[in-house]
């Protein structure tokens, strides 16, 4: 029976990147689970590849077709932004593991969706001061840097990854991105002795 990673934490903490890197070691032969999103793609992103990207009436399609196993819609500075789960085929579980990237609220309709058991929690975390110089760095990048939604979405993680909604949450381990390469081979050994 195959397995979901879900990797989870506040924005900045490393997320894609340590997503990256055990998909290019390979060692656990992952398959990815492409989210959709309705925000505009950043610089360097590929449509089908960090997400499936859509709009609105896209979103609407495959909620009509009963498709949606999570979405979350956040009001930004531009206009509502929606990430969303489908059950688009991608995902089966009889014989291939997967990871994905998502927050608490999507990794508890997973759960719902999927069971439990099926799922591998992986939470990372990192100083807020850290995250912030981050989250600037690669904003300072983009074509049309979005500052005033970076602060939003910073201020936002506070509550969506406060916590009490990770003890809710029942995730119980998390993993701090103070070194990539020693989180990484902690979470490597997490998932290694969760499979």
Known sequence: MGKIVYIMGKSSTGKDTIFKELLRKNTFSFKTIVSYTTRPIRGGEKDGHEYHFTDEAGFQKLKEAGKIIEDRCYETVHGPWRYFTADDGQ???????????????????????????????????????????????????QQHPKYEEMCRRFLADSADFSDIKI??????????NNELKDCLKEIEDYIADNM
């Open 167 to 176: 003890e809710e949450a029942g995730i119980t381990r998390r993993f701090y």
């Open 91 to 141: 995902i089966d579980l009889k014989s291939t593991n997967y990871i994905t990237i998502g927050t608490i609220e999507s990794y508890l309709k997973i759960c719902e969706y999927y069971g439990r058991d099926s799922i591998i929690p992986v939470l990372v975390d990192l100083d807020d001061g850290i995250r912030l110089q981050r989250a600037l760095n690669r904003e300072k990048k």
